[in-house]
């Protein structure tokens, strides 16, 4: 099963907004409300932001939202801080017990 | 808290074998699923294996398949994987993650706590 598509890179001002895609197919992200969303620094473990499309675990600030419209995914980041900056990576479930990853969309903080 | 400690990462060479392993602790070891994700250096992320809680069940990746094995031992919180035939390709830190269970899916809600990651470099 191939990666889900995310653009290489994404930019956005501090206290703008910046929104990453993620595209899939009908048998991952089009089938299945089980889209993830994290954060990576570097040299630092993921960190879950998003799950179940839109659910944010606790801890996670208000700013981070998901959605889903058919086969793409959409991590929407607002009022963007200098601590956004990182690589951000989509996963979603792919039936049987599979999950796939996008390829990974590093945002700058301008 | 909740604590993933990965450990067993080395250099070896092409077609030998590791076992990694993931000391957790800070929740209940059985109620969860555990995983583990690789990433290549300067890579994404890529899912190789997970197994219930109960360790009855275990799925892979189709890079890991026939290679890999995964195993958890409940006296011990500990998360196992054995890698058999290791390429070059294999070379990445390989992360202990777990795994809220929706059901039988057990990746379907993400991984909501991570290991630091242990590296393995497969090199002649």
């Known amino acids: 099963q191939s990666a889900l598509t995310q653009p290489p890179s994404a930019s956005g001002s501090l206290g703008q907004s910046v929104t990453i895609s993620c595209t899939g197919t009908?048998?991952?992200?089009?089938?299945?409300?089980?889209v993830s969303w994290y954060q990576q620094h570097p040299d630092k473990a993921p960190k879950l932001m998003i799950s179940?499309?839109?659910q944010r675990p606790s801890g996670v600030p208000d700013r981070f939202s998901g959605s889903k419209s058919g086969n793409m995914a959409f991590l929407t980041v607002s009022g963007l801080q200098a601590e956004d900056e990182g690589d951000y990576y989509c996963?979603?479930?792919?039936?049987?017990?599979?999950?796939?990853f996008g390829g990974g969309t590093k945002l700058t903080v301008l | 808290e909740v604590q993933l400690l990965e450990s067993g990462g080395g250099l070896v060479q092409p077609g030998g074998s590791l076992t990694l392993s993931c000391a957790a602790s800070?929740?209940?070891?059985?109620?969860?699923?555990m995983s583990w994700v690789r990433q290549a250096p300067g890579k994404g992320l890529e899912w190789v294996s997970v197994?219930?809680?109960?360790?009855?069940?275990?799925y892979y990746a189709d890079a890991g398949k026939g290679r890999f094995t995964i195993s958890r031992d409940k006296s011990k919180n500990a998360l196992y994987l054995q890698m058999n035939t290791l390429r070059v390709e294999d070379t990445a830190v390989y992360y202990c993650?777990?795994?809220?269970?929706?059901?039988?899916?057990?990746?379907?809600?993400?991984?909501?706590?991570w290991g630091q990651g242990t590296l393995v470099t497969v090199s002649a």
């Open positions: 993650a777990r795994a809220p269970v929706r059901g039988a899916r057990m990746v379907a809600l993400g991984f909501d706590n």
């Open positions: 800070g929740f209940t070891f059985s109620s969860y699923a």
């Open positions: 197994i219930s809680g109960s360790g009855g069940n275990s």
């Open positions: 009908s048998s991952d992200i089009g089938a299945f409300n089980y």
């Open positions: 179940e499309v839109s």
């Open positions: 996963s979603s479930y792919a039936g049987s017990n599979n999950l796939i």
